[in-house]
């Protein structure tokens, strides 16, 4: 399984991005998907996630309201759209995929199996 994270850029502040994670050897619609990220000296945190059967959609608080997270069963992406972008949002973000989480747990980096190789998003004031 290969998971690829990509659309990351410099944007100021208020703009927005949208991230997209593509996946070969496994299917999203049968899986949880998460993003987080990480910025230097931070620890990685969930950012966003969507269950597997796309029912759920959990957000952390600092960005409900501005990031969507949605999956494009055609393409086996799972996207993270980001809006009214802050200069704290600016992190390597990275995509995870799992296919045993249980929705208690899809906050937790080390309940998923996979990962990409992460995007960098980084917002100027």
């Known amino acids: 399984v290969q998971l690829q994270a990509s659309g990351g850029g410099l944007v100021q502040a208020g703009d927005s991005l949208r991230l997209s994670c593509a996946a070969s050897?496994?299917?999203?619609?049968?899986?949880?998907v998460g993003w987080f990220r990480q910025s230097p000296g931070k620890e990685r945190e969930f950012v966003a996630a969507?269950?597997?059967?796309?029912?759920?959609?959990i957000y952390t608080d600092s960005v409900k309201g501005r990031f969507a997270i949605s999956r494009d069963a055609a393409k086996n992406t799972v996207n993270l759209q980001m809006d009214s972008l802050r200069p704290e949002d600016t992190a390597v973000y990275y995509c995870?995929?799992?296919?045993?989480?249980?929705?208690?747990?899809?906050?937790?980096?080390?309940?998923?199996?996979?990962w990409g190789q992460g995007t960098q998003v980084t917002v100027s004031s």
């Open positions: 969507i269950f597997r059967g796309g029912q759920s959609l």
């Open positions: 050897g496994l299917t999203f619609r049968s899986a949880t």
């Open positions: 995870a995929a799992g296919q045993r989480l249980i929705l208690s747990s899809v906050r937790n980096n080390q309940a998923y199996s996979y």
